[in-house]
């Protein structure tokens, strides 16, 4: 992610060296036009420091803000004199995308959870200010007496997510970041946005390499030292959802899994697991018949195309592939890829053939690698024979060839399950710009979540955790979206899906995935559909204006899918989202208004008490005692239930009724269990 920045003092862009109000340069007297530059060049993310607002702790340049916001298309957030709830609340209603605590997240903890409760981690980020392993606060002129890494496990365990790390020593010099302090602070374990001395691409190539989420860059910009369009074409990350993609490995007819391919065990059947995973939300398969390519035995098609009968998911198919011949015949079974593995290396013109005659996104690189001292080795033949390749030479000219993507398989990770090789993936990832899936080593969600947040792969690759239900699609992708990781929405079969009807329009009826109350209705015609599912945010067919219309586009009120469902006749859709900010233009949740009071809205009135915590509150009291006390109480109010239908009539039973809902609902809130949860397993007790 690449940041733009500006600093503002007294409604001017400006700029300081190491934090010093004194070494103050000017370079703008109106910071909408830099933002406006910023914009032409391809940036979507801008960073804006209020400091005024940080020497004196209250906003002072909020008119400037609102100018950006107004004059610019640029997602935004702001750091600076943020020190109550009221001033965070002001830049939100302003449209700011996310806020920057810096003196408050030290001094503060209680208004730091309290926003994370009202606004979440992805709208709340920490800047973390250090000088000589010190933390500094009020605008970098105040010695916190912290230290660094103390700091940094405090956020942590409060819940905080993305930091902003500057290291002061390094801040406007031009002279390159601390390197050794930044590998520090992304050791941590939390997302990090690098800012202070990025005075290069290599510098941006380097953050890169070594993990950075982000880097925000200030001075370098001013003095023509970095070219954003380019820092922006090279470096920024890619807005497409991630996926997930279960992999069956077959040796005769079966699925199977072993450690370091051997000692291989059956999993089961591969035609009723690939139905499973498909039906459970994977969002491709890849099916590798691993005994083909030693064993000189072509790949079963009419295995193939039994599996691609059984799925509405891209799947890719691989093992024993050496001429245009076997490629054309997976394909022709239903294939939607085909993997290349030793072919490649002994043929690198087959891939070449491969792109040119059935196209680059149908053709994908097996890459076997094994750690060899500081670098890794290419391997064939199912991980048995040393090629001596280098993997970062092969995977290059794999690129140039016509490669799609790269399947990296680690063999000092496959089946251990300590996690994917992130250092390995990482490599390749800088090394390439074709998309990369992450293979062997998965035993745990965190492990995906590290490739993605450590290495920056496109998708992640598992066998066992799924095969023997160790870990579910549907709990690892909720887990990921709460590690702020976008995924590919849950959907039904959705290929049969009739546009006909309604000129080439079918009708789609959101609803709020947490209360299921129904927000909007619009229209999509087969392209909102498919931007709908590719970036995870509901986008409609607009009518009056004869063009897609992504809902939020003006107002950053999003609604991101959780999962798309069509209706019996495959002419109309439900989409559950989730919304951040109100749905109508109106400011009401649902476009529908305002219901009358029922059980939903209450569980959101429980909610929205848990968020805020006002005082004599006795929902509050029930959350500060903690799970016993609301447990101890329902236990009581099922006592008076039970009593008031045995002996105290109807209206009783109804009063206690009432009395131990509400209870209930302070119980589901405290274990944050939504609505949703309880109506999906209901739905499962159903069927």
């Known amino acids: 992610m690449i940041l733009p920045a500006i600093d503002i003092i007294g409604g001017e862009c400006v700029r ?24 032409q060049s391809g940036s979507t993310f801008l960073h804006i420091v209020d400091l005024d607002g940080a020497a004196s702790g209250s906003s002072q340049n909020l008119a400037q803000v609102q100018n950006i916001l107004e004059n610019t298309d640029l997602s935004v957030q702001v750091g600076g004199g943020i020190r109550n709830f009221e ?19 030290v001094n503060d903890k209680i208004l730091l959870k309290k926003l994370l409760k009202q606004y979440g981690a992805q709208k709340i980020m920490v800047s973390v200010d250090a000088r000589d392993e010190k933390v500094l606060t009020e605008g970098w002129l105040k010695d916190s007496s912290k230290f660094l890494s103390e700091f940094l496990e405090e956020l942590k365990g409060i819940g905080i997510k993305t930091i902003i790390f500057t290291d002061i020593n390094s801040d406007g010099m031009l002279k390159g970041p601390n390197w050794s302090n930044i590998k520090q602070v992304i050791a941590a374990g939390l997302n990090v946005i690098v800012a202070g001395g990025i005075s290069s691409s290599s510098d941006l190539q380097k953050l890169k390499e070594i993990g950075a989420y982000g880097a925000i860059i200030g001075k370098a910009l001013y003095e023509g030292m970095i070219d954003l369009t380019e820092a922006v074409e090279k470096f920024q990350l890619s807005n497409l959802t991630k996926r997930i993609i279960p992999c069956m490995d077959i040796k005769d007819g079966r699925v199977v899994k072993g450690t370091f391919f051997t000692d291989l065990k059956d999993a089961g059947d591969p035609v009723e697991l690939a139905k499973k995973y498909s039906d459970l939300g994977a969002d491709e398969l890849v099916f590798l018949d691993i005994t ?42 239903g294939a939607d890829k085909v993997s290349i593995g030793s072919a490649a290396v002994r043929n690198p013109e087959l891939v070449k053939k491969t792109a040119k005659a059935f196209g680059s996104q149908c053709v994908v690189i097996s890459v076997d690698a094994k750690r060899f001292g500081d670098s890794w080795n290419i391997f064939i033949d199912g991980g048995c024979t040393n090629t001596g390749l280098d993997v970062l030479n092969f995977v290059r000219e794999m690129e140039k060839l016509g490669a799609g993507e790269l399947l990296v398989n680690s063999l000092d990770r496959d089946g251990t399950k300590q996690g994917y090789d992130t250092e390995l993936l990482r490599a390749i990832c800088c090394a390439v710009s074709i998309p990369v899936i992450a293979s062997s080593g998965a035993g745990a969600k965190k492990d995906f979540l590290d490739a993605f947040n450590q290495a920056n792969v496109d998708a992640v690759l598992a066998a066992s955790v799924f095969h023997y239900g160790q870990i579910e699609i549907f709990d690892l992708k909720k887990y990921l979206q709460a590690n702020l990781i976008t995924m590919r929405p849950e959907k039904k079969d959705l290929s049969k899906l009739d546009f006909s009807k309604l000129n080439g329009l079918v009708p789609a009826i959101v609803q709020d995935a947490d209360t299921l109350q129904v927000l909007m209705l619009g229209f999509m015609n087969r392209d909102a559909f498919e931007k709908t599912l590719t970036d995870g945010k509901v986008t409609f067919f607009s009518r009056s204006k004869n063009r897609l219309w992504q809902k939020g586009e003006s107002s950053g009120n999003f609604l991101k899918v959780i999962e798309v469902k069509s209706d019996c006749d495959s002419d109309s ?40 915590m006002p005082e004599n509150s006795y929902t509050s009291s029930l959350f500060s005692d903690g799970l016993d006390k609301i447990i101890a109480k329902i236990e009581e109010e099922a006592e008076e239930v039970a009593r008031a239908a045995k002996s105290e009539g109807k209206q009783r039973l109804i009063e206690e009724s009432c009395d131990l809902l509400y209870h209930l609902f302070v119980l589901l809130n405290n274990e944050d269990v939504t609505i949703a949860d309880i109506q999906e397993e209901l739905e499962k007790r159903h069927k």
Do not use: M, W
């Open 16 to 39: 300081l060296a190491q934090g010093d109000y004194e070494k103050k340069q000017t370079y703008s007297k109106n910071p909408a036009d830099i933002a406006r530059k910023f914009e």
């Open 87 to 105: 001033a965070a609340k002001r830049l939100f209603d302003l449209g700011v995308d996310r806020i920057i605590l810096g003196t408050s997240a």
């Open 292 to 333: 083909a390519t030693v064993e000189k035995r072509k790949t079963l098609c009419e295995l193939v195309k039994k599996i691609a009968e059984n799925i509405n998911i891209p799947f890719t198919v691989g093992g024993g592939i050496n001429s245009i011949a076997d490629i054309r015949d997976l394909l022709n079974s």
């Open 573 to 612: 859709l439900l989409i559950l989202a989730k919304p951040e900010g109100p749905t109508c233009h109106t400011g009401t949740e649902s476009c529908f208004g305002k219901s009358e009071f029922d059980l939903i809205q209450l569980f959101e009135l429980i909610k929205e008490r848990k968020k805020k």
